[in-house]
C-alpha cells in the first residue's frame, strides 16, 4: 500500500493561461485604476445591470465611472483621508460597488455589513472599524442606524439610495445619494483635475477591504485585503475558471460575502464579466431566467432549495409529468453514475428544466461557502448544470481550489488553482488531517487584531484551515468537516456531523438538520422541516394546522421525516446512523445566533440554547415539553406552548440510556 499524498501545487495542473488583455489589467492592481481603464477603452459597453419596477436598466463603463467619480469626490470633500472606512449595507446594488470604489479612489478601505444584520451587530462592527460614512439602501437600513443613536459616534454621514420613506427623517447625518453626486460634481466642476489624480495615487499595498469572516464560534473578525491581493487573487482564479465581457452572472448572494465581492466587483472590474442585480430575493429565479447567465454562483442552501423547489412542483404536477420526471432522474443519474449522458432523459426532462430554471447558456455554475450533499451535487450533475465545487476561507480571499472542467468529482473540491499549495498537516495512517493552505495572495491579518492574526498562521507562512481533509491519488481535495466538529460518541464511534447532515438536506422536506452524539452513546438529529413545502403537502392530504410548530408536531409529518430520516441511515455505517430525532419548533435563524450570515451551523449556540432538548433525547424519554417566547426582528414576540415527539428508529444501534443518564 502506497503512503496517502500530503502535500500538491495548483502549479502542478494544466491550467490554461491569462489572456493578454487580462494579464494587462491585472498589472494595475487597484479597481479605481481598472475602472479608468475600462471606461477609456470600452466606454459604451455595459459594466452592470439593474432591475427596477420590473425593467433591466444597463450602465455602461463610462456612466460608472462618471457615478463613482462622483461619489470619490463627495467623500473627499467630507474628509475622507487615508485610512478611514467607508461601510456599505443593504442588497446587492450597483450602488453598493459604486460606494466601494469610490472608498478606494480615497484611498480609504471598504467593510460590507450584511443586509439582515440586526442593530447589535451593526454596532459591533460600527465600534470595532469606526466607520466614518455609511451607505445605506433604504428605509430599512436607516432606521437600524438612526436608532442606534450616539453610539456610533464614528459615522458622520449616512448615504441613502432609495429616497421611499426617507422624508420624514430630519437627521443631519442623512444624505441622498443624488445630492452626494451633485456635491461630488461640484468639486469635481471646480478641480478639473481631482478625479484623474486620485486615481493615480490609488496604491495596490494599501489595505482596500475589510471583509467580515464567517464567525461560527464568535464575533466576525475582519480579514484585510489588499488591492494587490484582491486582483491578484481574481487573476490567478480566472486562469482556473475563464470570463469574458461576453459572460453573464446575476449576484445573488450578500456582496459582504468574500465570494460575491470576487464575482460582482473583481471579475466585473477585471474581466468585465457583466454583472446583474436582481430586483429583490423573490424575484431572483425569474431573473436568471430572463437574463440567462453563462455563470452562476449559488450558495449550497441555495442549490438545496432550487431541488426542493422542483421536487416540489412535480408534486403538484399530473401523474404524467410526474413519471417522466421520475423516470428522467432514474435514467440520468444512472448514466452519471457510468460516466454518459442519457440523451433520452435530456431530451424529455433535462434541457427543459434547465431552461425553467434560467440555466440553458450556463457554461460554468459552481457552489460554495459550506459544504455540499453529495446527492445534491449529483442530482444538478445529472441534469447537465456545468457544476463546481470550491473551497477557501476569508482570510485567503475566497476560493482557493476548485474542479477542473473534465474533472469533476462530487465528493471532492478539486485542485489548487495557480500559485496555491495544500499541505496536510498531522495526517493518520489514511492521510486525513489539517488542511494547510499557501499562495501569494492571502489577507493582510485581522484588522486590529495582530494576535489572532499571528494565531492563523505558521511560523514558515502556512494559513491554518482548521478543517479535516485529504488529498485523492488524483490530487484532489476531500474536505471532511471542521476539526473542532469532528466528534467521537462514548463508544468510540468517530463520525462527521456535517457529513449527515448534509445527507439528511437533500431531503425536499428538510431545511436544516444538527447530528449531535459527541460523547453520547449514539447519533441523534435536531430537524428543522422545510415549511413552505411542508405546508403544501399537508394541504393535499387536508391535514389541519395553524403554524410551523403546529405542522413541525403533526404525527403525519412525524411519519414522512421517519422515512427520509430511514433513507439516509441506509447510506450509513450502522454505528454511524442516526437512532433518534425530533423535529425542531422553530427554524434555525442567523438573528438568534445559530447560524451564521452564510447559513453554516453555529454548533455552540445550538449546544448551550437548546441543552434540555437534547439532554431530554439522551435520557429515554419519547418526548419534550415546550414552553418558550420567540422573539422576531420587528420586535414581535410569540410564545410557543408545544410537545416534541422524540422518534426511535428501528433499524439504528441500540439506544438505551447508559446507567449514569439512566441514574
Request: charged share 25%; glycine share 6%; hydrophobic share 40%.
Amino acid at each position: 500500500m502506497s503512503a496517502p499524498r500530503l502535500k500538491i501545487s495548483g502549479d502542478e495542473i494544466d491550467w490554461p493561461h491569462s489572456s493578454s488583455d487580462l494579464q494587462e489589467a491585472a498589472t494595475l492592481k487597484t479597481l479605481p485604476k481598472l475602472l479608468r481603464r475600462n471606461a477609456k477603452l470600452f466606454p459604451e459597453a455595459i459594466a452592470q445591470r439593474e432591475k427596477e419596477f420590473g425593467i433591466w436598466i444597463s450602465y455602461s463603463w463610462a456612466e460608472v465611472e462618471g457615478h463613482i467619480s462622483r461619489m470619490a469626490a463627495a467623500f473627499h470633500d467630507l474628509s475622507v483621508v487615508p485610512g478611514d472606512v467607508i461601510a456599505l449595507i443593504g442588497d446587492n446594488r450597483p450602488e453598493w460597488v459604486w460606494g466601494e470604489v469610490a472608498a478606494h479612489a480615497c484611498r480609504a478601505m471598504s467593510l460590507g455589513i450584511y443586509r439582515d444584520a440586526l442593530e447589535d451587530e451593526i454596532r459591533y462592527l460600527a465600534d470595532y472599524a469606526k466607520p466614518k460614512v455609511i451607505v445605506a439602501e433604504d428605509e430599512e437600513q436607516v432606521d437600524k442606524l438612526l436608532a442606534l443613536g450616539e453610539t456610533i459616534p464614528s459615522v458622520k454621514a449616512i448615504v441613502y439610495t432609495d429616497p421611499r420613506g426617507m422624508l420624514k427623517y430630519d437627521d443631519p447625518r442623512l444624505i441622498s445619494i443624488e445630492d452626494l453626486e451633485k456635491r461630488g460634481q461640484a468639486l469635481l466642476d471646480a478641480k478639473a483635475d481631482l478625479w484623474s489624480r486620485m486615481v493615480e495615487e490609488t496604491d495596490g499595498a494599501d489595505v482596500a477591504i475589510l471583509c467580515t469572516t464567517s464567525g461560527t464560534t464568535s464575533n466576525p473578525k475582519l480579514a484585510e485585503w489588499t488591492g494587490n491581493a484582491f486582483i491578484g487573487h481574481a487573476a490567478t482564479y480566472l486562469r482556473a475558471d475563464p470570463r469574458g465581457p461576453d459572460d453573464e452572472y446575476v449576484a445573488v448572494l450578500p456582496l459582504s460575502w468574500v465570494m460575491e465581492q470576487m464575482y460582482s466587483v473583481a471579475w466585473n472590474f477585471l474581466a468585465r464579466m457583466k454583472v446583474n442585480f436582481p430586483e429583490e430575493e423573490e424575484t431572483m429565479m425569474t431573473d436568471l431566467r430572463e437574463i440567462g447567465p453563462t455563470f452562476v454562483l449559488l450558495s449550497p442552501r441555495a442549490w438545496e432549495t432550487v431541488a426542493a423547489d422542483i421536487r416540489a412542483r412535480i408534486m403538484d404536477a399530473r401523474p404524467w409529468k410526474r413519471g417522466i420526471y421520475h423516470w428522467g432522474v432514474k435514467r440520468g443519474m444512472k448514466a452519471m453514475e457510468d460516466g454518459e449522458r442519457s440523451s433520452a432523459a435530456e431530451w424529455f426532462l433535462f434541457r427543459h428544466l434547465r431552461d425553467r430554471l434560467g440555466f440553458s447558456r450556463l457554461k460554468s455554475a459552481a457552489t460554495g461557502g459550506a459544504a455540499m450533499g453529495p446527492d445534491t451535487f449529483r442530482f444538478f450533475q445529472a441534469m447537465g448544470l456545468p457544476l463546481k465545487q470550491l473551497y477557501g476561507q476569508t482570510e485567503a480571499l475566497g476560493a482557493h481550489t476548485v474542479h477542473q472542467t473534465g474533472h469533476v468529482d462530487y465528493e471532492t473540491v478539486g485542485f489548487p488553482m495557480p500559485g496555491c499549495t495544500l499541505t496536510i498537516r498531522d495526517p493518520d495512517s489514511e492521510g486525513l488531517g489539517e488542511v494547510l493552505v499557501s499562495h501569494p495572495h492571502m489577507m493582510a491579518g485581522y484588522y486590529r487584531n495582530p494576535e489572532a492574526s499571528s494565531e492563523c498562521f505558521t511560523d514558515d507562512g502556512w494559513f491554518e484551515t482548521g478543517d479535516a481533509g485529504y488529498l485523492t491519488d488524483k490530487g484532489h481535495l476531500v474536505v471532511i468537516d471542521r476539526i473542532k466538529d469532528l466528534a467521537t460518541t462514548s463508544r468510540g464511534v468517530r463520525f462527521s456531523p456535517q457529513f449527515i447532515e448534509n445527507k439528511l438536506k437533500f431531503s425536499t422536506y428538510v431545511a436544516e438538520a444538527v447530528i449531535l452524539g459527541k460523547d453520547r452513546p449514539y447519533l441523534a438529529a435536531m430537524i428543522c422541516i422545510r415549511y413552505p413545502i411542508l405546508a403544501k403537502w399537508a394541504e393535499e392530504r387536508r391535514i389541519s394546522f395553524t403554524t410551523y410548530s403546529d405542522l413541525a408536531s403533526r404525527p403525519e409529518v412525524y411519519a414522512l421525516l421517519r422515512e427520509e430520516v430511514e433513507k439516509v441511515n441506509a447510506t450509513l455505517p450502522a454505528q454511524q446512523r442516526i437512532t433518534k430525532f425530533l423535529l425542531l419548533y422553530k427554524e434555525l435563524d442567523a438573528d438568534d445566533g445559530e447560524l451564521t450570515r452564510t447559513k453554516k451551523v453555529r454548533r455552540s449556540v445550538i449546544a448551550e440554547k437548546y441543552e434540555d432538548i437534547i439532554e431530554r433525547i439522551y435520557s429515554g424519554s419519547d418526548h419534550v415539553d415546550i414552553d418558550t417566547v420567540i422573539n422576531f426582528q420587528d420586535g414581535t414576540k410569540q410564545r410557543i406552548v408545544t410537545t416534541l415527539a422524540i422518534e426511535t428508529l428501528d433499524n439504528a444501534p441500540d439506544a438505551k440510556p447508559t446507567e449514569s443518564q439512566a441514574a
